[in-house]
Nanobody, 124 residues
Framework: QVQLVESGGGLVQAGGSLRLSCAASGRTFTSSAMGWFRQAPGKEREFVAASSWIGGTTIYADSVKGRFTVSRDNTKNTVYLQMNSLKPEDTAVYYC?????????????????WGQGTQVTVSS
């Protein structure tokens, strides 16, 4: 059974930083890209960042480019999202997900395993 567990969310002031972690278990994901999405109240889930599992290719939403960094530790089957210069509009539940594909993708339906989400709240 595939399981994704996110951690690292919390309350932070604008301009602050948080690092989210996503630990995957259940099988080896050496050929799958992984992504981060977020969903604010009343809004649709949106793409944030993604990383290929091998090769280090990364992509970002324009709204977080230059502030967020996605990375992974293959030995721990874990993906991270370092979030700097946080803004109130970054407030959302953040989800990690495993892609059906090895290449990075922004499309929500390209991901077939999801974590339970972790709340990030940025105060002004």
């Amino acid at each position: 059974q595939v399981q994704l567990v996110e951690s690292g969310g919390g309350l932070v002031q604008a301009g602050g930083s948080l690092r989210l972690s996503c630990a995957a278990s259940g099988r080896t994901f050496t050929s799958s890209a992984m992504g981060w999405f977020r969903q604010a109240p009343g809004k649709e889930r949106e793409f944030v960042a993604a990383s290929s599992w091998i090769g280090g290719t990364t992509i970002y939403a324009d709204s977080v480019k230059g502030r967020f960094t996605v990375s992974r530790d293959n030995t721990k089957n874990t993906v991270y999202l370092q979030m700097n210069s946080l803004k109130p509009e970054d407030t959302a539940v953040y989800y990690c997900a495993i892609s059906k594909y090895s290449w990075v993708t922004r499309i929500l339906y390209d991901y077939d395993y999801w974590g339970q989400g972790t709340q990030v709240t940025v105060s002004s």
